[in-house]
């Protein structure tokens, strides 16, 4: 038995953002139906292509679970079959640019006419306002979210980060928001539009960062290296390199070999609860009651002196022995993994968190698995379908044409090739 077992989901998804929010709903026991141009399918499938041929990693990666069905929502056959696919499922999902559903005939008014438990939800780059015809991509909406502003070194540009905020991020607010549209369902028997805007995620992401926005109106922010370095702080949150955002401070340190490993770092954190470990650890047991270093408000002005310290202990070790030292003292250290290292981690794949799939088109590969684990509910992960694959059963199973419907459907461009 799985959580969303007999929900069915439209995925009228592409890309990035939006097939990571369904791909979840699939993991969770949705029935999920991906809906995709005929003979072309999500751009991701020929992007980035490593396997001539086949499917690619983006797109394997981001639509495990799911099933696939060809169809043409400009054709007329194609949006009478998209009519009956809005009555039978209960969620549709879609990150089109703004305004492309409405200029197929389905807008959100029609949708509810067709399907009035329909939950409708959408991924777009901005939220009403100026921006909102905006076509987004995810740095874009790092950018504008205000996670690029406050990440990177003071002397340096605006950086962007690998983890994808603005797409997987915001697919997964969308998830949210759906099971809770769902539930809601449940109560009223109503659908809703469910909306999330890429913006709007990446800055409840970057919520700490509008905190200290505000609280530079009451003076320097004391844990950032810049104010222990005397630069004075500007009228915006400034970028804060790899300082802690918390109450803790930290940094990423070198470890044993950082000379030729780009990444033999750890990161390091002086909380204050095991400060005087630290002191131990490191050979400066005096630090734990001299005066200027005891309490946490007292080190803030000196915390690139002692990380300095701690540096210069950290790099006598590998970032593993660092780990081995520290956690046993619950000083909080966290090796700087590279993708080879976890790639390499028996114990992710234990968990389901990194699994290998098997695939017809390119074999083998790995992706990442549910990263949610429930106590009662097994997450399978499933390879993602072929373009079309499934279009015959949907058109069948799902919708009830008969098999003469189903020729005639074929026959009026609405689909791809059915597949046997
Ligand atoms: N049958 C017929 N037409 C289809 C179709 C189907 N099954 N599926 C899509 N189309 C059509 C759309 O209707 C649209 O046609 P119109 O432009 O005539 O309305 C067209 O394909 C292209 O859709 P699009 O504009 O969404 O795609 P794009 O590649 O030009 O833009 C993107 C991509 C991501 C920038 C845009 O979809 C967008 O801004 N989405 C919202 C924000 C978002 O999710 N961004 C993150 C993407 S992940 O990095």
Redesign the pocket.
């Known amino acids: 038995m799985k959580a969303l077992e007999g929900i069915k989901i439209l995925d ?8 990571t929010c369904t791909q979840l709903l699939a993991w969770f026991g949705a029935d999920v139906i991906k ?4 003979g ?1 399918g999500d ?1 991701t499938r020929k992007q980035l292509v490593d396997v001539p041929g086949a499917d690619s990693l983006y797109f394997t990666m981001l639509n495990h679970n799911k099933r696939s069905m ?6 007329e056959t ?1 949006k009478a079959v998209l009519t009956r696919m809005i009555e039978e499922c209960d969620v549709l999902v879609e ?7 409405d ?2 005939g389905f807008s959100w008014e029609r949708i509810q006419e067709i399907n009035p438990r329909m939950i409708m939800a ?4 901005f939220g009403p306002g100026k921006y909102q015809d ?5 740095n874009v ?1 790092q950018c504008a979210g205000g996670s690029a502003s406050t990440t990177g070194f003071l002397d340096g540009p605006p950086l962007v980060t690998g983890a ?1 905020i ?2 997987s991020g ?1 697919g997964l607010h969308l998830c949210l928001g759906i099971v809770t549209a769902l539930f809601q369902r449940e109560k009223t028997g109503r659908g809703q539009k469910v909306s999330a805007a ?1 913006q709007d995620a990446v800055l409840n992401l970057a919520r700490v960062k509008m905190r200290d926005q505000q609280r530079l109106d009451a003076g320097p922010l004391k844990e950032y290296s810049q104010f222990g370095e005397g630069i004075p702080f500007s009228d915006a949150t400034p970028r804060a390199g790899n300082d802690s955002g918390g109450g803790q401070p930290g940094r990423i340190l070198k470890c044993k070999g950082w000379e030729t490993d780009p990444n033999a770092y750890t990161y390091f954190i002086i909380q204050a609860a095991v400060w005087e470990k630290v002191c131990d650890v490191i050979g400066e047991p005096d630090w734990k009651t001299a005066e200027g270093y005891a309490s946490p408000p007292e080190r803030l002005d000196k915390l690139n002196q002692i990380f300095e310290r701690i540096e210069e202990w950290t790099m006598t070790k590998t970032k593993f022995e660092v780990m081995d030292a520290c956690n046993p003292l619950d000083i909080p250290v966290g090796p700087i993994l590279s993708m080879k290292e976890i790639a390499e981690d028996d114990g992710l794949y234990a968990t389901g968190t990194m699994v290998k799939v098997d695939h017809p088109e390119r074999g083998e590969y790995l992706s990442v698995g549910c990263p949610i684990k429930f106590s009662d509910m097994e997450v399978a992960v499933e390879r993602s379908p072929l373009l079309g694959e499934h279009t015959s059963e949907i058109l069948s199973q799902v919708l009830g044409y008969s098999e003469d419907e189903i020729k005639e459907i074929a026959a009026s461009g609405a689909v791809g090739e059915l597949k046997a």
Request: hydrophobic share 35%; net charge positive.
């Open positions: 009228f998804t592409h890309v990035q953002s939006g097939p809906v995709e141009r005929p072309v751009a060809e169809l043409n929502s400009k054709n194609g990150n089109f640019a703004p305004g492309a559903l200029r197929m959408s991924i777009k780059g905006c076509k987004v991509y995810e909406a994808q603005g797409d915001t890429m």
